[in-house]
């Protein structure tokens, strides 16, 4: 005779959930940083590992019972069956409990998570907007260089026609050429100014050596020339007919 029941191997046990929680509650607590939270998981853990316990012997019991009535055919005390039921109560009881005290922090750690939400939402938001920031700064850097390389040419062309039709914007070799040469040339306009004076002013006649008539005056040789060029004698109205 076989007893219809439930495989142990069947029933709801969620050992990746817990694993994954416990993985998870064990890097929270060994970075080191306190908070009501960090503080909330250390008591948890505590409280979960004494209850766990308890169901792993439950458990245990619970199996060989149903290995003996099962493979073994034995009969089971009901005595040990109400024991195991009772504990099972027992144990029920602690497991809502704990599991009210836990969701009686709810309210705490909510308003916790939404400041927390928020912080987390404003640096991703400043995040996203520093790379859009970065990636528009650059945009505009490459729009400038392209107008610059397009305009260039232009630029370039406009200088050097410039550069001929104004010598002062010329090279600094074109601007001391061109102080050498006006140079030269002022030396040579003085030369010259030196020349038309003594031509102008020396004769074939001795200065003391002349006699001239009553109320004559002899002129300067400054009379002769003006701005630099030798005035003809013959055609100044003020010199007099010189006797010889």
Known sequence: MSWPSPS????PFGRRPIFHRYICTKVLLAEGRESPFTEHCRNFENGYRVLQTEV?????????MHRDLTKHHSLINTDTMDKILERSLIIDEQIASQYSAV???RAVFQEIWDVTFQ?????QEIYEAQLHDLLQLKQENSYLTTITRQIGPYILSIAKVKERLEPR???PEDDRMDTIVKICEENTMTTEQRSCNEKSCSAVYDRDSLILPPGETLLKS???CWQGKPINISETSCCKELPL
């Open 8 to 11: 142990l191997s069947e029933m």
């Open 169 to 171: 914007f010329q090279k």
């Open 56 to 64: 792993q012997r439950l458990k245990d019991e619970v199996q060989e």
């Open 119 to 123: 912080r987390v939402t404003n640096e």
């Open 103 to 105: 969701q009686t922090q």
């Open 222 to 224: 400054s009379d002769f």
